[in-house]
């Protein structure tokens, strides 16, 4: 851009100096000396842009006509070379990447909300922010590929998150999306670069060790790097669904109940799975493969290994674990592997091709075999659910649910751990109150803080001396015979934490909750929390009949 500009400033030079030398002719008609430089410029001004006001201040030499004449042709063949090359850099590909990423920085800078720093917005990642955004929470979003934001951008997200084509691994692309804003409340690697996650791990760590952060990773080296720089939560789908199928098949209802905890707030129920226990065979030997038959080895589950690549030997199985040489996808082979009595099958390998061909082969071959299917892409997922398998493995879905839980809601991860320590008769009953407190759907889990920021008005009542129990929280703010359709979780106090704490519990400042139930129980309980009338009327049963109470009460209520 800089040489039409040198080239605009040389033409408007030499044609204003042109006039000023070249002598014109006063009133009179007798010689006289050229412009000054004050009218010389004036009129390449308006010669040049074509007004034409005509011969200022006084008529002009035939010398100076034939001056002006060339000035417009030269002026006409500047601004043109001048205006060629603007447009030209309009379509420059990093003329318009600097000003998106000047225009993204201001947007990021301006955040005056809670957000968190999306890195890769592929399948997993676009689950998250459409998730989020679902949740009224912002987001700022880095993506490698220009695509991926275009369809991003076209999206109907609630909440309009910034976003940038860039190199989620270069500390500089981080720090322009806001790592050390202020209101940045944490960091999610979902590239689907292995190094790139790590990277942000580690940016994120060193740059602010406060922020929680969250990686997906599928290499035992690498998260084992990430964890070495404290990587808060590291997501690997792989040993995350194997250890999922390994506890739906020895606790189906421990299994339930996770599910129901970690799954998406709003989306229907997933339909229960029930593994048969006896003999299965797993197609595909790479990194899930590896992992399946490790969990079912610890079950004492037996497995028979169909694997084509050598690498797959004998010496690399654990003991006790049959290996058949060939390809899931052939019936012989299958049928080598015992498919014909075997109680279910994992369709393991990286090819969704061959998962839904081994897959159909098994079904044909034993139509009562327990099918579980790895689907790699998400673009082939109509083909998967038109196959209707039994159980099927989503990496993106996994790690997506997984992120969204931690990030939404602290606690739950602090609840969900603690779910081994009771049987399944438990498990069961707590996933049947959750059905319920959902209505059919995912409920949606939060957390509740005990403070003046969050819940003021009991904070006032505690500081008063009154008793606030946990059942006077449950009790809806409009009626106070009624119950709120919702399920305490946990209490936290302090160091203790209390899974399902009863009625009677009497809470303090600082103490913390993890509740279950539907967005309208959440804004009925918010309206107790920070309205003195709703927690007075239900403490007490003393009504106010102020108009802004009446007003709280009915906007509370669920339509």
Same mark, same amino acid.
């Given at each position: 851009m800089r040489t039409p500009l040198v080239l605009l400033i040389g033409i408007y030079a030499v044609c204003v100096l042109g006039l000023m030398l070249i002598p014109g002719v006063d009133a009179e008609g007798r010689a006289a000396p050229g412009l000054s430089?004050?009218?010389?410029?004036?009129? @390449?001004?308006?010669?040049?842009?074509? @007004?034409?006001?005509?011969?200022?201040?006084?008529?002009?030499?035939?010398?100076?006509?034939?001056?002006?004449t060339t000035c417009i042709y030269l002026t006409v063949v500047g601004w043109s070379y001048a205006v060629v090359n603007i447009l030209t850099l309009l379509q420059e590909k990093a003329f318009r990447a600097a000003v998106a990423a000047n225009r993204f920085t201001r947007r990021v800078r301006r955040l005056t909300e809670p957000f968190y720093l999306v890195c890769g917005a592929g399948a997993t990642g676009t689950t998250v922010v459409r998730s989020l955004a679902?949740?009224?929470l912002q987001c700022v979003i880095i993506e490698r590929d220009e695509l991926r934001v275009q369809e991003l951008e076209l999206e109907d997200l609630a909440t309009d998150p910034p976003m940038l084509t860039a190199d989620a691994a270069q500390p500089d692309t981080l720090l322009r999306a806001g790592m050390l804003h202020p209101q940045c409340q944490g960091v999610v690697a979902l590239t689907?670069?292995?190094q790139a996650n790590l990277a942000v791990a580690i940016a994120a760590r060193l740059l602010n060790p406060e922020y929680p952060v969250i990686a997906r990773t599928t290499h035992d080296v690498v998260a084992a790097n990430m964890a070495s720089f404290g990587t808060d939560h590291i997501i690997n789908p792989f040993e995350k669904f194997a250890a999922e199928l390994a506890l739906s098949i020895a606790a189906p209802d421990h299994y339930r109940l996770t599910e129901l905890l970690t799954g998406l707030p709003g989306d229907e129920l997933p339909e229960p799975h029930r593994p048969p226990r006896g003999r299965w065979i797993v197609s595909g030997y790479g990194r899930f493969g590896r992992a399946v038959v490790r969990e079912f080895t610890r079950l004492g589950i037996t497995v028979t290994v169909i694997e084509p690549q050598p690498r797959a030997r004998h010496d690399e199985l654990p003991d006790g674990v049959r290996f058949v040489a060939g390809r899931g996808t052939e019936r012989a082979v299958l049928l080598a592997a015992g498919a014909d009595t075997a109680s279910g099958v994992v369709a393991a390998s990286d090819s969704d091709v061959d998962n839904l061909s081994t897959a159909i082969t098994a079904?044909?071959?034993?139509?009562?075999?327990?099918?579980?299917?790895?689907?790699?892409?998400?673009?082939?997922?109509?083909l998967f659910t038109a196959f209707e398998h039994d159980f099927a493995m989503v990496p993106s879905d996994i790690v997506a649910t997984e992120c969204v839980a931690l990030l939404t809601t602290p606690l739950l991860n602090q609840f969900v751990v603690q779910i081994p320590a009771f049987d399944e008769a438990w498990c069961a009953d707590l996933a049947a109150r959750l059905e319920q407190a959902g209505h059919q759907r995912v409920p949606r889990y939060w957390d509740v803080a005990l403070d003046a920021a969050h819940a003021p008005a009991v904070v006032d009542a505690l500081g008063q001396g009154r008793v606030v129990t946990l059942g006077d929280l449950t009790r809806d703010p409009s009626d106070r015979s009624s119950s709120l359709d919702l399920v305490m979780l946990m209490w936290h106090h302090g160091e203790d934490r209390v899974v399902l704490p009863g009625p009677d519990v009497v809470l303090a400042p600082g103490d913390r909750l993890l509740v279950a139930g539907r967005s309208a129980a959440q804004r009925r309980l918010r309206t107790t929390l920070q309205?003195?009338?709703?927690?007075?009327?239900l403490l007490t049963g003393s009504e106010h009949s102020g108009w802004l109470w009446r007003s709280l009460s009915r906007s509370a209520r669920p339509r």
């Open positions: 430089f004050f009218h010389a410029f004036y009129v @390449i001004s308006y010669t040049a842009t074509t @007004i034409g006001f005509g011969e200022l201040p006084l008529p002009f030499s035939d010398a100076q006509r034939l001056w002006v679902g949740l009224g689907d670069d292995e079904r044909e071959t034993h139509p009562g075999i327990f099918i579980v299917t790895r689907q790699n892409q998400a673009a082939n997922a109509a309205n003195a009338n709703a927690l007075e009327y």
